[in-house]
């Protein structure tokens, strides 16, 4: 089982937030190929995958912020057998709730109570990231 780990994405990020998982549990996965989009504070980016094999777990949802260096998910290499019991995922402060992501309106684009959270991440994104020049 390979661990997937939250990369560090600069000298000075320490957490980042899932906007898209690209792979569900028990899709295929190529090396090198994108599992998900996070965004930081300075870069969004996408994530791939360290090894071929099959997405196992994944352990925080889209919406959710992790710091760099947690396990994020996990993958079975070839050969190995994909547990089906699902696992709790690490207690974490959401930034949007479940319910809310992603959920595209009959046109095809997200619900505007989603454009309006995802809104106000980047927002505070903004001000983190001025605070941070001031302190400077």
Do not use: H
């Amino acid at each position: 089982m390979v661990q997937l780990i939250m990369p560090k994405m600069g000298e000075s990020v320490a957490e980042a937030t899932i906007l898209k998982w690209l792979k569900k549990e028990g899709d295929p996965i190529e090396a090198d190929e994108p599992i998900l989009e996070i965004a930081t504070d300075k870069v969004d980016s996408e994530v791939p995958s360290p090894c071929a094999g099959i997405m196992s777990k994944r352990l925080f949802e889209e919406g959710q912020v992790v710091k760099v260096g947690e396990i994020i998910a996990e993958i079975a290499e070839s050969g190995e057998k994909v547990s089906a019991a699902p696992v709790a995922a690490p207690a974490v402060v959401p930034q949007v709730a479940k319910s809310e992501t992603a959920a595209p309106s009959s046109n095809g684009s997200p619900k505007p109570e989603y454009k309006q959270k995802l809104q106000l991440i980047k927002i505070q994104r903004v001000e983190d990231f001025i605070l941070r020049l001031l302190e400077i």
